[in-house]
């Protein structure tokens, strides 16, 4: 159950898209703004500014359904800021499906982070930002990439 002090946020993220289409190398950045919502277990985002994309929007939501598990659902529309012509739309298919993959195989890396955390008695504070926090999440971080590289 969400905690009734549990707060919500905005924040911006960018990441740098890289693909090959017909041999030639195609970079993008895109940013968004999401806003993290612990209350609904739900980070929404919507593009910040046009690019590569016209638009793109969506949200990640975790449902838990015991204990010990929980189903993510997730959701994204894009539109290209060029029409796609019809001889391309495969591999734009294909580009969305490696995305989906992408996330997905994020999420699976930050659960096996998350476990060798719990494992080594690392305590983790998810829904607070208070000062300092940021620091110590970075520190927690690298102390995961250690367990898990080992």
């Not at 895109?30 to 994309?53: C, H, N, P, R």
């Not at 638009?55 to 838990?64: A, E, I, L």
């Not at 029409?83 to 499906?97: E, H, M, N, W």
């Amino acid at each position: 159950m969400a905690r009734k002090d549990a707060k919500t946020r905005t924040f911006e993220v960018s990441k740098t898209g890289r693909w090959t289409l017909l041999g030639i190398p195609i970079n993008f950045e895109s940013t968004v703004l999401a806003k993290e919502d612990w209350k609904k277990y739900e980070i929404s985002f919507k593009l910040k500014k046009q690019g590569a994309m016209k638009h793109m929007s969506g949200f990640w939501r975790v449902v838990p359904v015991s204990q010990d598990e929980s189903i993510v659902l997730f959701y994204n529309e894009a539109v290209p800021f060029i029409r796609i012509p019809s001889f391309f739309r495969a591999f734009a298919g294909r580009l969305i499906r490696e995305m989906a993959a992408s996330l997905l195989e994020d999420l699976r890396g930050a659960i096996v982070r998350w476990q060798a955390e719990e494992a080594a008695g690392v305590v983790r504070v998810l829904n607070s930002w208070e000062p300092g926090d940021i620091e110590a999440h970075r520190q927690s971080m690298e102390k995961a990439a250690q367990l898990t590289e080992s």
